[in-house]
């Protein structure tokens, strides 16, 4: 029988039957239950115990029975929603496509005018906005780096502002305690105009790391846990172990620890606020035990996040991860097949959530042509998700019929149709022939790429920007604050690289001419 319908669902990659994923879960509430947390926070043990949960107060360890956890699992909601400040950007998943953020909180930034690591600032933050803004892969800015310019007591509000005012997309990133989150939520009232407007519908998104591998949940991001579930703020946590330093040095090790610890974090959101949305969102990298690097570019990230994909599925929840990161210090091969390798493995997953964009060097720093490099990966790992359109007009049996051997389906109706949007068309990968690629310049990807994103900042001013009325309000009440303005960079000069079109020319003869 011939399968005739149109969409086909797409069948997962998965590493694991059902049976090993039942043994993960059984094994994490084990560990819940036998080992327990260490939790820092006394008002977290409070809860959990006000919630079933067993608490010694000699050495603050919390352990949790299985009724409990799997009490507040159904609580989960089984979809998140991140908020943008246009509300056509919001996004709610899972969805078919994955949702693409930017990678975040990198210390420094490869100028792009000199092309030298140096420390980021907010005026570096107010550009991604910008560029991010106008990156149709990316539907969320993780603010991407420090400001090392950020005055005193304005540490994450020199972070949220020049963001939010340079994109219309959801912003996200974390703070270190209540007090700034409640800043940053001031910041959102004056940008919607009025308390009320904006908890209408709150645009500005935050991330916290609540657990320390293994099995310790500190005070302060504890803290920031519970009161954005309290308050109704839109949060995830995210869970970053280290293979062979602070979990097994095996995947199934890592994946019981780290479920258990999303379980716990799980619990602590739920007890806080029931039907508090979230991610089952980490970052899991192995140590090169070599020399004992951080390496959140090895193919076991991409590995794990398959894992992490089938557990999520099991919970019904949606599954996240910080993929196609990359060791390499510059934009070059190894950065390429590390942030190729793992976002495709994910997307086959079924991943719902992708942190990609723009890092190099392990996190470290970020790169703008990287940036414009990685929005493209993420819209060709879109398209491997979209999947294939299974049809009988799609099979073109007639016209394979019609036009039959040595024909040519140029000119065919399908192909004149279909010739714009069948395959992926890339804007920055070169496929021109290599006399053209010579005589235009022979840029590098790179080159190509750093244009556009300096393209898109000689765009002024910024259509996203916001209102010169909501800029005075923040201005009046945060005495201080960063300029958050965006602007090309002086002294950029783009590289040759030719025309953006396609020119198809006739190829020079390569062959070498031998006496008839």
């Known amino acids: 029988m011939i399968n005739r319908q149109k969409d086909v669902v797409m069948q997962y990659f998965s590493y694991l039957d059902e049976s090993a994923l039942d043994r993960i879960h059984e094994a994490s509430l084990e560990i819940l239950e036998d080992v327990g947390l260490l939790v820092r926070n006394k008002k977290a043990r409070d809860r959990f115990v006000e919630h079933g949960a067993v608490v010694d107060e000699t050495n603050e360890r919390v352990r949790i029975p299985a009724d409990v956890v799997m009490r507040y699992l159904a609580l989960v909601p089984p979809t998140i929603t991140l908020r943008g400040r246009d509300p056509k950007f919001d996004v709610t998943f899972p969805r078919k496509l994955p949702v693409v953020a930017t990678a975040s909180s990198a210390p420094d930034i490869v100028d792009p005018v000199t092309g030298l690591t140096r420390r980021a600032t907010s005026q570096d933050i107010a550009r991604l906005g910008h560029v991010v803004n106008e990156l149709d892969g990316f539907d969320v800015f993780s603010i ?14 020199s972070r949220f502002y020049p963001a939010l005012k340079n994109c219309l997309k959801p912003v996200r990133t974390s703070v270190v305690s209540v007090d700034e989150a409640r800043q940053i939520l001031k910041l959102g009232e004056l940008i919607a105009g009025s308390p009320e407007a904006f908890w209408e519908r709150p645009f500005i998104n935050f991330g916290y790391c609540s657990i320390v591998t293994p099995l310790t949940m500190d005070f302060d991001s504890t803290e920031n846990l519970m009161f954005f579930a309290e308050n109704g703020v839109t949060a995830y946590g995210t869970v970053a172990p280290m293979g062979g330093i602070n979990t097994p040095l095996s995947l199934p090790g890592m994946m019981v620890m780290v479920n258990a610890e999303w379980l716990a974090t799980m619990c602590l959101a739920q007890m806080s606020r029931e039907r508090t949305e ?22 076991e990230v991409g590995m794990m996040n398959s894992i992490v994909c089938q557990m999520a599925r099991r919970y019904n929840v949606p599954a996240g991860g910080y993929l ?32 990609m964009g723009g890092l190099l060097d392990a996190l470290m720093s ?47 109706p399908m192909t004149l149709e279909n010739m714009t949007t069948a395959t992926f068309m890339p804007e920055l990968a070169d496929r021109k022939l290599r006399e053209t690629w010579e005589e235009q310049g022979a840029s590098t990807i790179h080159q190509r790429a750093l244009n556009k994103s300096m393209a898109i900042l000689a765009r002024q001013p910024n259509p996203a920007a916001l209102t010169a009325e909501a800029d005075a309000r923040i201005k009046a009440h945060f005495p201080g604050i960063v300029a958050g303005d965006s602007s090309l960079p002086d002294g950029w000069v ?23």
């Open 144 to 157: 991407s780096v420090l400001a090392d310019d950020a005055p005193e007591g304005h540490f994450n509000l």
């Open 278 to 299: 979230l991610i089952y969102n980490f970052l899991p990298v192995f140590a090169d035990l070599r020399d004992g690097a951080y390496a959140p570019g090895a193919i």
């Open 324 to 355: 196609g990161l990359t060791n390499s210090k510059v934009s070059d091969a190894q950065a390429g097949y590390e942030k190729g390798m793992s976002p495709l493995l994910g997307a086959l997953s079924g991943v719902d959530f992708i942190v």
């Open 366 to 412: 970020l790169d703008f042509g990287q940036l414009a490099i990685d929005n493209e990966i993420a819209k060709m790992v879109k398209v491997v998700r979209g999947g294939v359109e299974f049809s009988e007009e799609a099979l073109a049996l007639d016209d394979i019929k019609r036009i039959g051997p040595a024909g040519i389906f140029a000119d065919a």
């Open 494 to 516: 783009p590289a040759e690289t030719g025309p953006t079109a396609p020119v198809r020319a006739r190829r020079q003869s390569r062959r070498r001419n031998t006496p008839g």
